[in-house]
């Protein structure tokens, strides 16, 4: 069972995976870990524009990057984008000009930016699996293997408890052992977030969690396994 169980206590202050693993310092045990893979592979499962690859790329020593998502690039960029009016103005046509855009708003600024558009989609285009059910997915590569393997905001949008938990197992099949497991989860009405919350603190030997919860009812929580 899991014993690191902690509450955010305002979403503002809360960061996205991908700036956090940017930000947090080079000390914090989970980054020695992180560093310590050598030509590590990710799988960020519903990824839209994989915000999760730039700092495995640029800040330790990843190699291959896999995402699969059900839209297409076009698609992704009109989601992300959404109302941000800095991002509207800029109007980025695909995600190679997404990224030079938000990179340095992420804490990189140190960090030399690709800044070729073949190289860019060389690096993150190769096994971007685009207009891709994760349900193919998971049939098409049952045996490969990831050291870090990421869900962020892809549970709760799934369409019953049944294939939330199925997908929390493929995804986990898919884990190198002593791999690095993520995934942030929102509330939704379709299912019963407390239920699953408390599934995961019990199929789990160690990881951290934490929540944020506003007037008694529980919003989100996320899971990190390292
Ligand atoms: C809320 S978005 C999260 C995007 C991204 N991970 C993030 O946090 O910014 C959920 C994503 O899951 C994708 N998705 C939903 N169901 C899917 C499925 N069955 N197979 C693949 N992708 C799916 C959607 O297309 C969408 O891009």
Redesign the pocket.
């Known amino acids: 069972m899991i014993s690191e169980i902690t509450r955010i206590s305002s979403p503002q202050e809360d960061s996205h995976i991908g700036t956090l693993l940017f930000k947090t310092s080079a000390e914090h045990p989970l980054m020695q870990k992180i560093a310590a893979i050598e030509n590590g592979s990710v799988l960020d499962l519903?990824?839209?524009?994989p915000?999760l690859f730039f700092p495995l790329y640029h800040r330790f020593n990843f190699k291959e990057f896999w995402g699969?998502?059900?839209?297409i690039e076009s698609e992704?960029l009109e989601?992300f984008i959404g109302n941000n009016p800095k991002l509207k103005e800029a109007a980025p046509k695909d995600f190679y000009e997404l990224y030079r855009l938000i990179y340095k708003q992420v804490g990189a600024a140190h960090q030399p930016i690709i800044s070729d558009r073949d190289l860019f989609y060389e690096t993150f285009g190769e096994h971007l699996h685009l207009g891709?059910?994760?349900?193919d997915f998971f049939e098409e590569y049952p045996d490969k293997k990831f050291d870090f393997v990421g869900m962020?905001?892809?549970l709760h949008?799934?369409p019953d408890y049944e294939a939330m938990l199925q997908c929390l197992s493929r995804a986990e099949a898919l884990l190198k052992p002593n791999g690095i497991f993520y995934m942030r989860v929102y509330n939704g009405h379709h299912y019963d977030i407390r239920e699953l919350m408390e599934h995961i603190t019990h199929r789990y030997e160690s990881g951290s969690l934490s929540y944020f919860e506003q007037d008694g009812v529980l919003q989100y929580f996320k899971f990190l396994m390292w």
């Not at 519903?46 to 524009?49: E, H, I, T």
């Open positions: 519903g990824c839209r524009f915000a699969v998502d059900l839209e992704a989601k891709t059910d994760i349900r962020v905001n892809l949008v799934l």
